[in-house]
């Protein structure tokens, strides 16, 4: 029969590494599981996946805003500029271009049409005045002046008065208009959660990136 002495340091060794390991899991301080168990991770690694999880549900958001914007943007100007007053609109390389020829131009339309836009996006902004002009500017004072807060009614005014101003060829771009409609999805989630103005400034630019990344088809 085999003598076990000589086994006896090997169980010993393993015996203490199997504690070493149960010592090292129960350190909250060096242990994996904070990482691995979020009720008990410390505030900065909780802050962090909440943050994570709550951006995501706002990018989403602001994503599929930001594209419906666009679309309507498109169908909009299909309908008024080139159907309506015959103008072809210029576009980049890979963009919906309309098949058919148009109908003939009418230069009398593409003089009233933007003033007819420009007067109902004024009318819109009065509900709120502060979704006059590009957009990233009020987006940008949100964030460092008014703590990550826009009015929900700019979700619906922005898009309207940009639509109206875009849709019958008044000068401006695509990106402000998705930038403000993000700011503002964001800034409507973060009371909705009831964050403070920190995560709620997080939120706010996640829902700005969002609606950059609609807009060039990212």
Known sequence: MADPLPNAPRRMTWRRGIAWLRAWWADPKRALRPLLLPEDAPLDLSLVGRMLWHAALVGVAAGLGGALFFVSLEWMQDVLLEGLAGYRILRAAGEHQ?????PALRPWLLALLPALGGLVCGL??????EARGGGSDAAIEAFHRHGGVVRRRVLWVKPLASLATLGTGGAGGREGPTMHLGAALGSMVGRLLGVGPRERRILLIAGVAAGIAAVFRT
């Not at 819109?124 to 005045?129: D, E, I, Q, R």
Request: hydrophobic share 45%; with cysteine; proline share 18%.
């Open 98 to 102: 309309p098949e058919g020829a148009l």
């Open 124 to 129: 819109v902004c009065l509900y709120a005045p």
